[in-house]
């Protein structure tokens, strides 16, 4: 072949792996092991750049360590459940499964030519059953551990879908699909425990060294500890007192109402005789029930009549209020309210009227609240002029602490802990998920399936012609016997939240065709995930859900104890972005066009397009590059290359065209320098020890980069050996020695062009299973040095000296060079400088 042709190549090398089984993981004792897992995908139809980037820098790393002797296990699978298929089959007709394997096979399909080092024969998707059923079999173990319980709770309903929505699917009050005005509805649910794992959770995060600093605060943001007081109002008409949980107690003398939830029991009793206040709270419970929904709804309240004292002077009364934005599950459902210092207060006692006492001022300020609430952080030392256990000066977190003290001691109240985190709410009414497998019985009550009946396969043979879940309408799949007593009994047509099925996968990895969740030997061996790689968006309910799953399959028998924080090493990459191309209908709509219809900023009819400054690729936007055609034009090496080579990692890389053009163009030229190497016939001569530390300089960095995840720093080192190879003067066996060093080095981005680089140079095997290079630390160290010879601060000359050269030696030849010579004419210096190693300064 006489020019690099990437279609030749890479077909072939990949059949080559293939034969030779490399990438198939099987455990062993004679070498280290290494997980390394991206996060896998949704299988939505087609893949694009950023997936692109994701996997080859888990492929990089893959294959770097099993160049360097490691038991590399590099699998891949999908995250197949969930609501994408369901709608699809509503909009389009047919079968979510059908929508889903299709789309497995046309991303396999893409994935495949990059050459990826994936065992293909561990891949599983989440709906197959052989893998739901092992789910199913893990929710029983739980259960019967106290994981998992039912309870009431308040939910997002969709009265038209008639269905449970999650808070991402709630947009400004309404249904995402139906457009209907979602309402909070009050049922049975699925929940896992996770929440009594909240300390456990939080204070392991310590431990997460190899973890991004702002993944482990936004798990701690999510996990929320605090501590505060908890206390209760007693009620002026001798009912129970109202007991309210505050992390500002230390605001109490500025309290203005006693504020309580919707859902507060109190509420629900009052409203039964109560139409106005029904149809208040019906009000309330059209909102969202996330806290950021709350937090910007417009503020609702609703006066009870209800009065309280407060616990520092009996003779002060308090309004109870309902407000619709107090959330029951957490605290006690019930608040003292302190606008001075607490902006959805303020807001609220400014439209209703009621009193703003202000409890503490900055330092230097004493102007009263207006309508920004002051609230400084807890470490900021602020001026007290309301606070009963005599504060004058001091922090938040200081007076928290002496309130808690002084109300304990008192014995009116108790300092207590509580976490923002709550149990996790697992069921979803819908079809295209993990059957909860459990039947409810008349006689028996909820009765667990027995594990000899699983998995609890969903039917195929549903429609989505009605809202609702397919399964509650099922005319027999609803239908069975009691495990337990044998009576006619209801299956359970809640599935599970897709959440669960992915915080599990990379278990399930090391032993897929295990029958039961887990192999212990094979997760023993495997376990923990050494890399783990994926986007910064799943940094807080996957990996928290994850965790929290790692510890759940400790308890039940199916993880080691090692296991319990699965992922050893966390990298989020930045994403790949690309311009949006976009014209405009007749009603000044945007319409989008992908990239391929675009050339020099016109449609193919002339229509001049508007585009819009990089975005992450958005198949709705549809900027995005489609990498079958990247690869049929430039070849996958290219598309590998230029994603790794244009930025730091952790950072967005703009995909252009020019620059998938320059990279092919590069990778084109080192199979030129290559090929000229491979056919010359020069002899041995005094430049090849040069090439040879050059090459181990090479060596060095590149492997320090991709060790490091720097990636695009190992490229740029392999660019300027390139160039150093190709001016080279040295013998053609030190430059085919060189050749092969760069093949290796440059295998983890460009693996096919490596190959054949490798197998054209004379190298042994294949280059993906040869040993990795070795830096000699000797040859790192140069024996001769160049300085530079400043003269009056310009420079004017260079010489070239033993790296150890004694100082006076080294201003002696520099003082015998032309050009200090001339500039001295005859005269003595007035001053000779020579910084060892680094510069010589003459000043004449």
Not at 28 to 45: C, H, Q, T
Not at 574 to 584: A, D, K, L, S
Not at 719 to 743: E, H, I, M, P, W
Request: glycine content about 6%; proline content about 6%.
């Amino acid at each position: 072949m006489s020019r690099y042709s990437a279609n030749e190549i890479e077909a072939k090398w990949q059949e080559a792996w293939d034969k030779a089984g490399i990438f198939t993981a099987k455990r062993s004792a004679d070498k280290p092991k290494y997980y390394v897992l991206e996060m896998f995908p949704y299988p939505s139809g087609r893949i694009h750049m950023g997936h692109v980037r994701n996997y080859t820098m888990g492929d990089v790393i893959a294959r770097h360590k099993l160049a360097t002797g490691h038991n590399v296990l590099h699998p891949m699978g999908w995250d197949a459940f969930g609501m994408p298929a369901e709608n699809a089959a509503m909009a389009i007709g047919g079968h979510p499964k059908d929508w889903t394997y299709g789309n497995i096979d046309d991303m396999r399909g893409q994935m495949k030519p990059l050459g990826l080092s994936i065992d293909w024969s561990r891949e599983f998707a989440t709906c197959d059953p052989e893998y739901y059923g092992q789910q199913q079999a893990l929710f029983l173990d739980m259960l019967d551990k106290g994981l998992v319980y039912r309870k009431n709770a308040v939910v997002n309903w969709d009265p038209v879908d008639m269905t449970v929505l999650a808070n991402e699917q709630v947009e400004q009050g309404r249904g995402w699909r139906s457009g209907a005005l979602v309402e909070r509805r009050e049922l049975t649910q699925w929940f896992f425990k996770i929440s009594d794992y909240s300390e456990e959770l939080l204070s392991a995060l310590d431990t997460l060294d190899n973890w991004p600093a702002k993944v482990r605060l936004m798990q701690e943001n999510w996990i929320g500890k605090s501590r505060g007081l908890q206390f209760a109002f007693e009620r002026t008409d001798g009912a129970e007192p109202i007991t309210v949980y505050t992390t500002r107690p230390d605001t109490l003398l500025g309290a203005s109402f006693v504020g309580i939830s919707p859902d507060h029991p109190i509420s629900k009793e009052l409203e039964k005789d109560n139409p106005e206040l029904a149809e208040f709270l019906a009000e309330c419970r059209k909102g969202g029930t996330t806290e950021e929904a709350i937090e910007t709804a417009e503020k609702l309240g609703y006066d009870t009549g209800i009065r309280v004292k407060h616990p520092l002077d009996p003779n002060w009364e308090l309004p109870v209020w309902i407000a619709n934005f107090i959330l029951m599950d957490y605290g006690t459902g019930a608040i003292f309210a302190c606008p001075a210092h607490d902006q959805r207060d303020l807001d609220f006692c400014r439209k209703y009227g009621l009193p703003v006492v202000d409890t503490f001022f900055a330092l230097d300020d004493d102007m009263p609240v207006g309508n920004v609430a002051f609230v400084p952080p807890k470490t900021e030392k602020v001026r007290w002029v309301n606070h009963f256990a005599g504060l004058t000066e001091a922090t938040g977190d200081e007076a928290i602490n002496a309130t808690v003290d002084f109300a304990e001691k008192a014995g009116w109240g108790e300092g207590v802990t509580k976490y923002r985190l709550r149990d996790w709410g697992l069921s979803r009414q819908r079809y295209w998920g993990c059957p909860i497998p459990v039947v409810h019985c008349d006689t028996c009550g909820v009765v667990p399936e027995k594990k000899e009946n699983l998995p609890v396969q969903l039917p195929d043979d549903v429609s989505f012609d009605k809202p609702g879940n397919p399964l509650d309408r099922h005319p027999t799949w609803r239908d069975c016997a009691c495990p337990s007593c044998g009576a006619p009994a209801k299956r359970e047509t809640d599935t599970m939240d897709t959440f669960v099925d992915s915080s599990w996968y990379f278990a399930r990895f090391t032993a897929p065709r295990a029958e039961t969740p887990t192999d212990l030997a094979e997760a023993e061996y495997w376990m923990n995930v050494d890399q783990y790689i994926g986007g910064i968006e799943h940094a807080i309910l996957h990996l928290l859900y994850s965790r929290f799953f790692a510890r759940a399959m400790n308890i039940t028998g199916h993880l080691p104890e090692k296991a319990i924080e699965p992922f050893d090493a966390l990298f989020t990459q930045g994403m790949v972005t690309h311009e949006i191309y976009q014209t405009r209908d007749a009603n000044g709509r945007p319409v989008y066009h992908l990239p391929e219809d675009v050339t020099d900023g016109k449609l193919a009819d002339g229509t001049e397009v508007e585009i819009i400054p990089s975005a992450k690729m958005s198949k709705s936007k549809k900027n995005v590059v489609d990498p079958v055609s990247i690869i049929s034009a430039f070849g996958a090496d290219t598309a590998r290359w230029f994603v790794l080579s244009d930025s730091p990692p952790e950072r967005d890389v703009e995909w252009t065209a020019s620059g998938a053009e320059a990279a092919h163009k590069h990778l084109s030229r080192v199979y030129r320098v290559a090929a000229e190497i491979a056919a010359s016939d020069a002899p041995a001569n005094d430049q090849d020890e040069a090439l040879l530390r050059e090459t181990h300089k090479a060596i060095h960095d590149v492997s320090g980069g991709v060790e490091s995840f720097g990636f695009n720093a190992s490229i740029a080192k392999l660019y300027a050996f390139t160039n150093v190879l190709a001016k080279s003067k040295a013998g053609s066996d030190a430059k085919r020695q060189a050749a092969k060093t760069l093949a290796q080095l440059m295998s983890p981005m460009t693996p096919h062009l490596s190959e054949e680089l490798w197998q054209l140079l004379g190298g042994e095997g294949l280059v993906a299973t040869a040993p990795w290079p070795v830096a000699d630390e000797a040859m790192l160290v140069d024996d001769t040095i160049t300085l530079p010879i400043q003269i009056n601060g310009k420079r004017r000359a260079e010489i070239s000296v033993p790296a150890d050269m004694d100082k006076a030696e080294v201003e002696k030849i520099a003082m015998a060079t032309e050009a200090v010579q001339k500039a001295l004419d005859g005269a003595a210096p007035k001053k000779v400088i020579v910084v060892p190693g680094r510069i010589v300064n003459v000043v004449v």
